[in-house]
Structures are given as structure tokens and as C-alpha cells.
């Protein structure tokens, strides 16, 4: 246990970020769900939907530093990827 008041404070800090990614990474992970799922499924309306919710979704936790942007970019790109795949 810290035992200096900036150490304390640098702590309850943390947990409270940790709170915050994960509550952001669980939505992500949720809608790039219902994306492949909506893809799987052959629903092309709900997939551009979801498509472009998770694209913005990504953009967002990428600004606040939650992930990497370059992680984003590759996110998008894997979400493009699949939507075009519905195409053919």
C-alpha cells in the first residue's frame, strides 16, 4: 500500500482510467460483434450500420487514448474489408 499522498491519489487516478478503457474497449468489442454478426447473417443494411458506428466508435477511443490510433486504422480496415466481402 502507498503510503505518500501522490501515490494514493495517482492510484484511485488509475483505477478510475482503468474503469473508463475497459468500459470503451467492452462497447467496441460489442459492436464489431453485432457487425460480423450482421455480416454472417447476409443483412447488408444493419452491417453498413454497424459499420459506421463502429468506425466512429473506434475514431473516439482512439483520440482519448484508450488504443493506438494505428490499432484503429487496422480495425477500420478489417471492418471495410468485410463489409466489401458481402459485396461479391
Do not use: C, W
Not at 495517482?10 to 478510475?16: D, G, N, Y
Not at 460483434?33 to 454497424?50: F, P, Q, S, T
Not at 458506428?53 to 488504443?67: E, N, P, Q, R, Y
Request: charged share 30%; aromatic share 2%.
Amino acid at each position: 500500500m502507498a503510503h505518500i499522498k501522490s501515490a494514493i491519489k495517482r492510484i484511485r487516478t488509475s483505477q478510475a482510467a482503468n474503469l473508463r478503457n475497459r468500459a470503451r474497449i467492452s462497447e467496441l468489442k460489442t459492436i464489431e460483434k453485432h457487425l460480423r454478426a450482421a455480416v454472417a447473417a447476409g443483412d447488408a443494411a444493419a452491417a453498413a450500420e454497424y459499420a459506421k458506428k463502429f468506425s466512429s466508435k473506434l475514431d473516439k477511443v482512439a483520440k482519448t487514448g484508450t488504443i493506438h490510433p494505428n490499432r484503429a486504422a487496422n480495425k477500420k480496415s478489417q471492418a471495410d474489408k468485410l463489409l466489401n466481402s458481402m459485396a461479391k
